[in-house]
């Protein structure tokens, strides 16, 4: 994924880092937390991958983990990010975490609009939409969540849904911000212990209709600096098959990274299906 732009003779292109991020939703201590993260620090500082690689713990977890993962010095960007956060910077909202909260914990990203929480917990596009702009209010990159039920996608109008998804969750938000915006398609009957992955078909169309989406919103160029990256029962097995899949940018994994030898696996065969990333002459690729 590129971006045309008018580039001085002689200068070189710089190749973009696919994204490759797990949640570890409701699970793990502060101390496995703690564990997995530097054992990732650990495999990351012989690691060559191109490739930025980001973890989701849950918030009791977070700063330990950022504070692990600070001790990195692997050229493998290691990050963190919060499930979750209210679009409030403070305020009467009993159990909930405000951008500036996450900030300070130390996470780089905030994953916002999940299929589970949606359907478990009442979030809504417009709830979403709040979310977003207040995460890129205060320089925390958003991992925008879309995503179709099994009736959805049984009707046929799995594009129209999640292009509604979609535009509401970047309303109001700038061409300028889109660097800031990654969106991960997950559709919900694909998630949890008993999802099957949805077929590079179908990842292949609904990606393209989500890059159309962008494109009709922001123009080609800014819609270009976009990762859309691809969650749902993702597995060492299918990695492959997805990272051949155009406008797929990364893949956004659950339970099949919680072991860190795993979220390994994947990440290097992502990347070695991918192969290198070198953008094309007098193009110079996004991130």
Known sequence: MSVTVNSDAGSEPVAMRDWLGTSWKMNKTVREAVTYADDLVAWAADSDVDATVCIFPAFTALSAVAQA??????????????????WADAGSYTGEISPLMVRDAGAHAVEIGHF??????????????????????????ALVCVGDSSSVRDFGVVNEFVGMQLKVALSGVSAASLQEVIVAYEPGWAIGAGGVGASTKEVALVHGHLRSVLVDLYGEAPAREVRIVYGGSVTRENVPDYAAVSDVDGLFVGRAAWDVSEFVNIIEAFCAARGPRSAPSQEVAVR
């Open 69 to 86: 993962l600070a001790r990195s010095t692997s050229p493998v960007p290691i990050q963190v990010g919060a499930q979750n956060m209210h």
């Open 116 to 141: 589970e929480r949606r359907a478990s917990f009442g979030e809504t596009d417009a709830t979403v939409n709040r979310k977003v702009k207040a995460a890129l209010r205060h320089g925390l990159v």
